[in-house]
């Protein structure tokens, strides 16, 4: 078989083909939910609308990448990276976890003031073991495989001639779109741009999927163990000028290595087919995105 990566036009076209599948899945399972009324939202429902994404992204990839007859594991960069940017993604984690939180709650209270928007917040399982276990698994483990594998793997894959940066913004931007979660955009944006910046320069999905890993872990663990805690002002202020000034530090040190951080021949060639073909897919995005503001 010809190894070869997703191109711009085959990437972009994945996005779009997985945009739409999703869509027509979470409309079929609205539908059912609503069938059954309140029995259908229980503890499963939960399970299954945490991992429903996940299992579409899994599906799709697959039968996409094997239609287009490309290797799967180097389009979706399936290798080992070297241990250090392991380190990195660490440092990505706590510069989005304490860096980023002040900034999206002033979005929200943006949204909020301009368009009375209010945000929803996804209910957990009542704690027990297997509740525990069973959402760090839909929530933590699912997302940040196939999540990775389709915005760190495939998309940027199709975009292995452009200029990282611009592989960094575009994929970032998509994957707070494909969320469709006006309360959780900038924040998104932002962790996308990142965790591109650490799959282009490790060349490998594994160290952004570990961060993504740890930001979902973390935010469940609070949710289970520290709703209603408060931290002092004080406490919340250094940890925001901390994680931004790591942010920083992270974002040089990803840009410092020229030829790691290469991409390609970087001219840029194939950013037109893919915004081409990715257009349906960012359309669709943003207009569930807007239809959330009401």
């Known amino acids: 078989c010809e190894r070869r990566m997703l191109t711009p036009s085959e990437s972009g076209g994945y996005f779009s083909v997985l945009v739409l599948a999703i869509f027509i899945v979470n409309i079929v399972f609205s539908v059912i939910v609503n069938v059954l009324g309140e029995n259908g939202k229980n503890d499963a429902y939960k399970y299954v609308s945490f991992s429903l994404g996940s299992i579409v992204i899994c599906v799709v990839t697959i039968l996409y990448v094997s239609i287009v007859k490309a290797d799967i594991c180097y389009s979706l960069k399936i290798k080992k990276p070297h241990p250090k940017y392991f380190l990195y993604s660490a440092m990505a984690l706590f510069a989005c976890v304490f860096g980023l939180s002040g900034v999206n709650n002033a979005f929200i209270n943006f949204l909020s003031d301009t368009f009375g928007y209010s945000p929803v917040v996804a209910e957990l399982p009542s ?84 961060a993504h890993f740890l930001n979902n872990f973390i935010i469940v663990n609070s949710e289970y163990f520290l709703a209603g805690v408060e931290i002092p002002n004080v406490v919340n202020i250094v940890l925001t000028v901390a994680g931004l000034l790591i942010l920083c530090v992270f974002i040089w040190l990803s840009l410092r290595n020229a030829e790691s951080l290469k991409n390609g021949n ?29």
């Open 266 to 294: 970087g001219n840029n060639a194939g950013l037109k087919p893919f915004l081409k073909y990715s257009a349906f897919g960012v359309a669709i995005c943003l207009i569930v995105w807007m239809a959330g503001l009401t």
């Open 127 to 210: 704690f027990t073991p297997l509740n525990y276990s069973l959402t760090v698994f839909c929530v933590c483990v699912l997302p940040a495989l196939f999540e990775e594998v389709a915005f760190r793997g495939a998309l940027l894959s199709g975009l292995n001639g452009v200029s990282p940066i611009y592989s960094a913004l575009i994929t970032g931007f998509m994957f707070s779109l494909f969320h469709m979660n006006p309360a959780q955009t900038p924040y998104q944006f932002v962790v996308g741009f990142v965790f591109a910046l650490l799959s282009i320069d490790s060349g490998s999905i594994f160290p952004s999927a570990s």
